[in-house]
């Protein structure tokens, strides 16, 4: 690539906004969380725990990344898929205590 093609397509990326692709998974397992949650009545997770909670499902997911303005025809990512994903990443967790649920371990 030439210089000059460079600086102009590095201009072009600093003025585009990027924040407004988005993962459309990152919403569905948050809508389903609270219900898998629930399944597991004795676990009670504190703020790390979700989040690799969170995490862990996100990443066993296939990205599904769309712009602002996409209209999705298709969703591939089933509901089943979200819903095993967390379950899976709810019993590794709970398996693994961080932060406040370690602590009540060790007392």
Do not use: C, W
């Amino acid at each position: 690539m030439h210089i000059k093609d460079e600086l102009k397509t590095r201009s072009l990326l600093e003025r585009m906004d990027l924040g407004k692709i988005k993962n459309r998974n990152e919403r569905r397992v948050l809508e389903h969380l609270t219900l898998i949650l629930d399944e597991y009545p004795d676990f009670e997770p504190d703020i790390l725990d979700i989040q690799d909670i969170y995490a862990l499902a996100l990443n066993a997911l296939p990205p599904r990344y769309t712009q602002e303005t996409a209209i999705v025809l298709k969703e591939t990512v089933t509901e089943r898929h979200i819903q095993e994903a967390l379950r899976r990443a709810i019993e590794k967790v709970e398996g693994r205590p961080t932060g406040e649920n370690q602590k009540h371990e060790q007392t």
